[in-house]
């Protein structure tokens, strides 16, 4: 099994990267989107941008795989 999954690895890391960049991506951007629709609904402007911080900050890789029940020591430690 391992013989046939080592050649497919490192695609399966570009494809498993790439995804992950793009998610992140799409996290900025709504937390952006978020900020701006807070404000222009008259939330204070320090408020809409520490909880549009805190949306963008809650997503992170190690607290999907701590989640998950998934523990590959020193992979979690890779990403934030």
């Given amino acids: 099994m391992a013989a046939s999954v080592l050649p497919r690895l490192p695609g399966l ?12 991506r799409k996290m900025k951007r709504s937390a952006r989107a978020m900020k701006k629709g ?8 320090k408020l809409a941008k520490k909880l549009a911080e805190a949306y963008e900050i809650d997503f992170s890789l190690r607290k ?6 998934i523990n590959i020591p020193g992979f979690s430690n890779f990403f934030n």
Avoid: H
């Fill in 13 to 24: 890391l570009i494809k498993f990267l790439w995804a992950y960049m793009r998610f992140k």
């Fill in 64 to 69: 999907l795989m701590k989640g998950q029940g």
């Fill in 38 to 45: 807070m404000i222009k609904n008259g939330m204070d402007r």
